[in-house]
């Protein structure tokens, strides 16, 4: 136990993402040393300015005392950067985090193929469809599929490669215990059934948008290649993508059209080096000899054997793409004829092929196909301003239910999910 709080104590006392804890794990081996070490020895390693020179000279434990008990309570592991089971992958990159916590079954990071799967949140029908392609045969021949777990093709990679039975690893910006985007719980229990939702924050870390370029190198570090599917020039993809890079790691890119705002960062990728790829045997050829025995072209099926929108609904993953047709179709009602213009016709055939004009009903909450309730929670939603997600329950509706029917309307495109766990109507 007191191992674990000390390197629980170094993970609170060090920034993720920089290099402070290489410095002083190759000067003092272990988290007790550091612990143990005068403030002329901290300051002659880390240096006088640096930011986490206070947090490492301040000896208190309480907080890493906490936490341990959080984690017991909750089930919570802690994968310490001492541990035989600790990614060796992670522990080459030069920003190694110093533990990471997690949910789940962990897979053999040091033998199994991981493959980071990373896009856009704002993505297309295009791109959507690839993802989930991609994910689930990858996953068929035996990869494991990394991502973040985000809206849009995260979300879409991680589905693909559990509706092919799949083991997935999620990494979060924010602290275990906290499920960042919340409409994709349902999306995080699966995974943890048989994969991992990981990350290096402490519990209770809200998601700040600083925290997910630092969780980035996580997804690059520990995955053997990064695939980009779509994203804009400075969409967080490209960082990932940097990052593999950096790291030595094989990068893939589906081009785009040229024209879609959403294939910057691919074609960007390409024409820089990256592996084009048009089908998931063009990563899978390459996989198979370095993971031989891990990686199986021949259990890949010529057709899906799912429906990927059924996979979403099942899932709760939250992907509409832009250009989706959601409504519903509605029959055009012909327009009343004139008393006086009913028995006319006109000699003139050319006009006797106009076609009648037509009215469309105007779409609106009422005339969708939402129950009741659905409808009621989108009317408590105010006008003009976002409201807090959570706060959609005291009006005494049930999370789960909320969270179901804020994705049937941002699928309607009647509301917008706001980052901070809030929703806006459109």
């Known amino acids: 136990m007191k191992d674990n709080i000390y390197w629980l104590w170094l993970s609170l006392s060090v920034t993720p993402g920089k290099e402070t804890f290489r410095k002083l794990i190759e000067r003092f081996e272990t988290a007790e040393a550091i612990f143990a070490a005068d403030e002329f020895d901290i300051k002659r390693c880390v240096g006088e300015k640096s930011k986490d020179l206070p947090a490492l000279l301040d000896k208190n434990l309480k907080r890493a005392e906490d936490i341990y008990s959080f984690c017991e309570k909750k089930n919570v592991g802690i994968l310490k950067y001492s541990d035989s089971e600790f990614p060796n992958s992670l522990r080459e990159i030069n920003t190694p985090p110093v533990l990471l916590y997690y949910r789940g079954v962990l897979p053999d990071f040091n033998s199994e193929c991981l493959v980071a799967m990373v896009g856009t949140r704002r993505l297309t029908d295009y791109g959507r469809k690839n993802a989930f392609i991609i994910g689930h045969d990858l996953a068929t021949a035996g990869a494991v599929i990394v991502s973040g777990m985000a809206i849009g093709i995260d ?54 948008r600083y925290n997910f370029p630092t969780r980035n190198r996580l997804i690059a570090g520990i995955s053997s290649s990064t695939v980009v599917i779509e994203g804009r020039e400075r969409s967080g993809a490209i960082i990932t993508a940097r990052y593999a890079k950096k790291f030595g790691k094989t990068v893939y890119a589906l081009p785009g059209n040229v024209d879609n705002k959403n294939s ?98 105007e779409i609106s909450i009422e005339n969708m196909n939402f129950d009741k309730d659905t409808v009621e929670l989108y009317k408590s939603i105010p006008q003009g301003e976002a409201c807090s997600i959570e706060s959609l329950t005291d009006l005494g509706y049930k999370m789960p239910f909320v969270m ?21 109507r459109n």
């Open 155 to 208: 979300g879409v990679s991680h589905a693909g490669s559990i509706s092919a039975g799949g083991v997935n690893v999620a990494f979060l910006g924010s602290g275990i215990d906290v499920c960042y985007p919340e409409q994709h719980k349902r999306l995080a229990r699966e995974i943890v059934k048989n994969g991992c939702v990981m990350t290096e924050y402490a519990p209770g870390t809200r998601p700040a």
């Open 404 to 424: 179901k029917a804020l994705l049937k309307l941002e699928m309607g495109r009647f509301v917008t999910m706001l980052p901070g766990e809030k929703v806006k």
């Open 264 to 361: 910057e960062v691919t074609n960007l990728l390409i024409k820089n080096g990256a592996k084009l790829i048009t089908t998931p045997d063009d990563i899978i050829s390459d996989l198979e000899f370095v993971y031989t025995g891990k990686i199986n072209p021949f259990k890949l099926k010529e057709k899906l054997d799912v429906r990927m929108s059924d996979v979403f609904l099942e899932l709760e993953v939250s992907c509409v793409a832009q250009g989706d047709n959601i409504f519903s179709s509605y029959s055009h009602k012909k327009r009343a004829k004139n008393e006086n213009t009913e028995n006319q016709e006109s000699d003139n055939s050319s006009e006797k092929n106009i076609p009648n004009e037509t009215v469309i009903p």
